[in-house]
């Protein structure tokens, strides 16, 4: 267990709404990730965060924001939802930003359904 | 373009048969290589990674991998499935040096056991 959680686990808006996940760890570490895995695409990078209020952007960041103000907490918003961010989002946490420590440990997702 | 390739969308296997998920991958040089699993409901879990040194390489669960150079591949194997291991698999890709945020994750290959 690496003390992550997501939340909501599953929500259903509609089109044109805010939407905001939260990842919130209990291990204090520096490195955290959102993830989205839709089929035929695996997983794909939204942003990612070395630090507090250190954010970038990942491979599909359009439409999203992040925002990390504490360690333990990593939101992710969607400013306007739309039908293609239906998907599963993932959070993940690393002890190391270099590949070869970094190994990730995944949050247990949470379903979005925009409708 | 780096890009790394599981032919294989869905496999099903017989409790007690062999196992091998295949995964292929297009990169500049020798990169970093992981296999991931994800149980239903859940996150991403670690398997096994190759960074360098010897090519076979033996994770947790009784799983195996093997890189071979030649074949730009790195093939999951287990000797012996168990109804538990029923989960998708994802192949995935990281620079050697590099970030874990330049991780690119394969399609994913759903694994089915037959009892």
């Known amino acids: 267990d690496a003390g992550i959680t997501q939340s909501p686990r599953h929500k259903v808006t509609e089109t044109g709404t805010p939407v905001t996940l939260r990842c919130h760890q209990t291990?204090?570490?520096?490195?955290m990730y959102w993830y989205r895995q839709d089929p035929g695409h695996g997983l794909r990078l939204i942003h990612y965060?070395?630090?507090?209020?250190?954010?970038d952007k990942g491979e599909v960041s359009d439409g999203y924001s992040v925002s990390r103000s504490k360690t333990e907490d990593f939101l992710l918003t969607l400013e306007s939802a739309t039908s293609s961010q239906t998907s599963v989002y993932f959070c993940?946490?690393?002890?190391?930003?270099?590949?070869?420590?970094?190994?990730?440990?995944f949050g247990e997702g949470s379903r979005l359904t925009v409708l | 373009a780096q890009s790394v390739t599981q032919p294989d969308i869905h496999i099903t296997v017989s409790e007690g048969a062999s196992l091998e998920l295949r995964c292929n991958y297009s990169?500049?040089?020798?990169?970093?290589l992981f296999w991931y699993v994800q149980s239903p409901g859940q996150g991403l879990q670690l398997l096994l990674k190759?960074?360098?040194?010897?090519?076979l390489v033996q994770g947790i669960k009784g799983f195996e991998a093997e890189f071979k150079r030649s074949q730009s591949s790195f093939n999951l194997r287990k000797p012996s499935v168990h109804w538990s291991d029923a989960a998708e698999y994802f192949c995935?890709?990281?620079?050697?040096?590099?970030?874990?945020?330049?991780?690119?994750f394969g399609t994913g290959t759903l694994l089915a056991v037959q009892p």
């Open positions: 993940a946490i690393s002890v190391n930003r270099r590949a070869e420590n970094g190994e990730l440990f």
């Open positions: 291990e204090n570490h520096r490195y």
């Open positions: 965060s070395y630090g507090v209020k250190d954010t």
């Open positions: 990169y500049g040089a020798t990169p970093y």
């Open positions: 190759y960074f360098s040194g010897d090519t």
């Open positions: 995935a890709v990281g620079p050697q040096g590099g970030a874990t945020n330049k991780l690119i």
